[in-house]
């Protein structure tokens, strides 16, 4: 059967599809907002060196560990706060754990300053690698003498051993401090011996 339609209707459908309301209708729209903010770049400076101190020659194989658990707080006014410095290890003719004493700068960690954005957290990454400390001396008859090692690098930042820091919430700057355990041969050759280390710090 075939449908009918009245002219009513047909009217009504027309009018609906050319409704000029539907047609004009404008589009719905927002505005979006984008923010971005800038804080200071990251920057890291070596104050103290990481001195093992003056032993004595060792009769054999020793290890000389620059302890960061006697450290009380490293902070702006007064950078670093010790203890008796003390190593752990055998060294030679030296009773265990030995304080060790020096002629010239007082044995201790390295100190590092941080500076940056105030209150950000920073990481800090230390050589994972052995690090040798080279003689600046010349083996009697010529060629040079064994080198020391460096291993098991270690910071003490805020109030204790770890790798993350803060920068003051006001002046954005952070200390730390950072020890190692040095690895002497028997009978190393006397004489003064230096070496550099990595010491990296980036923003959290």
Known sequence: M??????????????VRASPLLAQAPPATATGTANATVIKSLSLRWDDALNFGTF???????Q??????????????????????VTSGTLGLLNTP???????DPPGPAIFEAHG??????????????IPLAPSITLYGGG????????????????????TGQLDPT??????????TLHVNANQPTGW???????TVAYN
């Open 2 to 15: 075939r449908a009918r339609y009245t002219p009513l209707i047909i009217a009504a459908l027309l009018a």
């Open 171 to 180: 002046g954005g700057f952070s200390f730390f401090a950072v020890g190692a």
């Open 117 to 130: 954005e105030p209150g950000c957290y920073f990481t800090i990454t230390l050589p994972t690698q052995s």
């Open 56 to 62: 004595i020659q060792p009769t054999a194989d020793a």
């Open 98 to 104: 030995q304080t060790i004493h020096n002629t010239g």
């Open 64 to 85: 000389l560990t620059m302890e960061l658990t006697s450290l009380t707080s490293v902070t702006s006014s007064s950078p670093i706060t010790l203890g008796p410095v």
């Open 144 to 163: 040079d003498p064994p080198q020391m090692y460096m291993t098991d690098f270690k910071a003490f930042v805020g109030a204790g051993i770890g790798l």
């Open 193 to 199: 011996y230096s070496g550099d280390f990595p010491v």
